[in-house]
């Protein structure tokens, strides 16, 4: 089903996401830069540093935005489903458009911030 294909590719993608922060590790590409006095705030801040720093946002968040993104969709189905079932005089087409509108710009917010 896609709710479970959903569930088992936002595991797989934090899995990806581990293994690369692994790799970033190994390759000793850190945060602070290479400078490790404590002058933090005189170090300036690298390309690798921003890079790792990017990198660490995108791959810690990105599993859990499949994750709600994936349950919203589940939700957005139930609800289909509970006015097909219970009301018959309404417009279907509209209602789906409205809804798959307002997945669409929640998912485009959720990913964009």
Known sequence: SFFVGSI????????????????????????????????YAATPVTKDASFYAK????????????????????????????QHSRRHHYSEARSRRNWMIAFLVFNATLYAG
């Open 55 to 82: 990198a660490i946002e995108v791959l810690f968040n990105i599993g859990d935005f499949v994750t709600v993104s994936t349950y919203l969709s589940l939700v957005v189905v139930w609800v289909e489903t509970f």
């Open 8 to 39: 088992l590719f936002a595991c797989i993608v934090r899995c990806l996401a581990m293994a690369s922060l692994c790799i970033l590790s190994f390759m000793n590409v850190s945060l602070a830069g290479s400078d490790t006095s404590d002058s």
